[in-house]
């Protein structure tokens, strides 16, 4: 909405005055009335007045004298003169005057209002260019202030540079005298830069600078500023210092690669490394404490962080000792480790076997103190894989599973031999999997979530994978441990959220979707997160797997809060099923929980309806929603109702189905 134009009337014939005020208030403006020149000026001085309309002849001061003093007072205000036709000499001065407007009397007042209205028009585009000016400046100013500016001419020569920032490359920039851009941009940039420029166009990009043996990441800004003619004579480069930010990202981000007990590379650093090698000689060690539980349960977890920190420790001398830089070590889930040896020759099994023995031998001959009295004997098993015949994660680890069912310190997987009907069905499962990643046969089924109306309000995503051997569609039960150990399984999640969210486009419902700890400390599903998110405004459920534990707090914390900045929602599933720990609660920026179907199913007797109910009460008073699943019949669902259950899922309702399905039930 517009101001209000400052109309100031002059007229010493009062009944006039007050007509022809009136008048002017059908403009819906702010109307002021002198009588004469002194108290226009009165008037004028206490307020913004826009527009003045005064007679000429009037007592004490006549409407041209005013008009003079206003002038030497620098006030350009438009005025509008009313007059007769006798008064010539007070007309030529007031032409001199600048005058906006003559009016002859008696007023015409249709005339009268046009022309105001015209002048006010005009009033108010001055007042919108002047608030822009403004704008323009605070823009420049703040510009100034949180970049670096360099001006130069056509060619490159610097003509100015602004100081007003203090930032480590402006501080640097200001010891040495430069005289072209040069000195900051190579010769590569400068010539796309100035094929922009050339152009009228914007160049932006963000572009490494190397000053001083110093490399800074800017944002970089840059056009035409001034011209000669239609010659560009004048180039503004604006530079946003973004190193501090940059790396700050690339420290979180190289953090979510470490696992936090012992600083070493985790496994998704494992399976990054893994892809990004080049070459297909890789060989991998997987290292397992033996009853490393035991331990845990004498001695508490802060003993058994020592142990893992005092294990990585032995580990990292080892390889130095060796002093092999093919070999990188990693820290696995739980009590194990890896040994990654990246290698352009073909390695050897009788090799790979030497290398386990000598480390196995140096580990089980090393100290491993509790404190000053207790020296804990350690033992190990380890399981080797080589050549990556299909997915050497999964190998290594079958092949540790095998050397401890059989109690030996170690075994490869191609030494694998009497379980060969277990492992053929592995395999057979691991070909089924790489095609369903080739056909595009990674599905997405929907459960429908209800209300206490039954209602369906929104769908859990769950993951399945099309057997197109067998022609039917198997559950995670039997094949998400195998891609959960594989170098795909980061594939295999970003499939799932995709195919996630294209259900939730179509079905027009909010979706859930499961996410692992692994999931929410993988740098990869983080980013994607982020991306699907700031594509997606309807909102999402991030169900975090509670039954798996949530190893690390902080870390859980940050995901969750990073989440609920782009909108979605954070549950807690399989609630009660085993490590249920209150402090999610205290910890967590949780919106709902889901009873686990362990709980669900005991509701009928009544422990298990008191402790479901007691959870229910508790969430109540955190705000925090209460979904129910597996609810197979009428009975177990009425009771949960009556407890206060918010919403509800399972077969009682409708099973998982695919979108298709689901699909043509809505036409």
């Known amino acids: 909405m517009s101001e209000k134009i400052y109309i100031l009337y002059i007229e010493d014939d009062k009944i006039v005055a007050d007509s022809v005020s009136r008048t002017l208030q059908l403009l819906n403006q702010k109307i002021f009335t002198a009588y004469d020149g002194e108290e226009a000026l009165g008037i004028i001085e206490k307020n913004p007045i826009d527009i003045i309309i005064t007679d000429i002849r ?61 002048i006010s028009q005009r009033v108010e585009t001055k007042r919108e260019l002047e608030r822009k000016k403004i704008q323009i400046e605070h823009f420049k100013e703040a510009i100034s202030k949180s970049n ?45 830069i100035y094929e922009f420029v050339n152009k009228y166009e914007v160049y932006n990009k963000t572009i490494n600078i190397n000053f001083q043996n110093k490399i800074y990441i800017v944002n970089l800004t840059a056009f035409a500023l001034e011209f000669d003619y239609d010659e560009i004579s004048s180039i503004s480069f604006i530079f946003k210092d973004i190193s501090l930010v940059v790396r700050e990202k690339e420290e979180i981000i190289n953090s979510l690669y470490l696992e936090p007990i012992t600083k070493l590379q985790n496994r998704s650093s494992l399976i990054k490394n893994i892809n990004e090698s080049k070459d297909s000689l890789n060989s991998l060690i997987i290292i397992d404490i033996d009853n490393f539980g035991r331990y845990i349960k004498m001695y508490g977890y802060e003993v058994g962080d020592k142990i893992l920190r005092d294990i990585s420790s032995k580990l990292e001398e080892f390889i130095k000792l060796n002093k092999r830089q093919n070999l990188h070590l990693f820290k696995l889930d739980s009590d194990k480790f890896a040994i990654l040896l990246k290698s352009s020759i073909k390695i050897k099994e009788q090799d790979l076997a030497k290398l386990s023995n000598e480390l196995l031998s140096f580990l089980e001959s090393s100290t491993f103190l509790i404190d000053e009295t207790i020296n804990l004997d350690l033992s190990f098993t380890f399981g080797g894989a080589y050549f990556e015949q299909f997915d050497i994660l999964t190998e290594a680890l079958i092949a540790k599973d095998v050397a401890q069912d059989r109690k030996l310190n170690y075994i490869d997987f191609s030494n694998v031999t009497d379980s060969r009907e277990a492992f053929q069905k592995n395999i057979e499962l691991e070909k089924k999997i ?41 559950t995670p039960y039997s094949f998400l441990n195998n891609i959960q150990h594989s170098k795909n399984y980061t594939k295999f999640t970003k499939i799932i959220i995709k195919k996630a969210m294209e259900g939730e486009s179509l079905l027009h419902k909010e979706i859930s979707i499961n996410l692992s700890y692994e999931d929410i400390i993988n740098p990869e599903i983080i980013d994607y997160l982020e991306k699907i998110l700031k594509e997606h405004k309807s909102v999402i459920t991030i169900e975090l797997l509670e039954s798996e534990g949530l190893i690390d707090m902080e870390k859980t ?6 989440m609920k900045s782009y909108g979605a929602r954070i549950a807690i599933d399989d609630f009660g099923s085993g490590y249920s720990n209150y402090e999610y609660f205290l910890s967590l920026p949780i919106d709902k929980i889901k009873l686990d179907g362990s709980l669900v199913k005991k509701v009928g007797e009544y422990r298990g309806f008191i402790l479901i109910e007691s959870i229910i009460t508790f969430c109540k008073k955190c705000d925090i929603k209460v979904v129910a699943e597996f609810v197979e019949d009428e009975k177990t669902f009425n ?23 689901l699909l043509k039930e809505k036409k």
């Open 58 to 118: 009037m007592p004490k001061l006549n409407g041209i004298n005013l008009v003079e003093k206003l002038r030497q007072k620098d006030l350009d205000i438009p005025v509008i003169i009313t007059t007769a036709f006798n008064e010539i000499d007070y007309l030529k001065k007031a032409i001199e005057l600048s005058i906006e407007s003559f009016i002859e009397k008696p007023i015409d007042l249709r005339k009268l209002l046009q022309t105001v209205s015209k």
């Open 148 to 192: 670096l500016i360099i001006s130069t001419t056509k060619d490159g020569l610097i003509k100015d540079i602004n100081f007003d920032l203090f930032s480590d490359l402006s501080d640097q920039i200001s010891k040495y005298k430069i005289e072209h851009i040069s000195s900051l941009i190579d010769e590569k940039d400068l010539k796309i």
């Open 434 to 474: 790489k095609n369903a990643f080739l056909n595009d046969e990674i599905i997405t089924y929907f459960q429908a979530i209800v209300d206490k109306d039954k209602n369906i309000i929104k769908y859990e995503a769950l993951a399945r994978i099309y057997d197109s051997f067998e022609k039917k569609v198997l």
């Open 557 to 562: 914390i940050k995901f969750c809060t990073l």
């Open 639 to 661: 009771i949960l109702k009556n407890l206060g259950v918010d919403y509800f899922q399972g077969y009682y309702f409708s099973e998982a189905k695919s979108l298709d399905e």
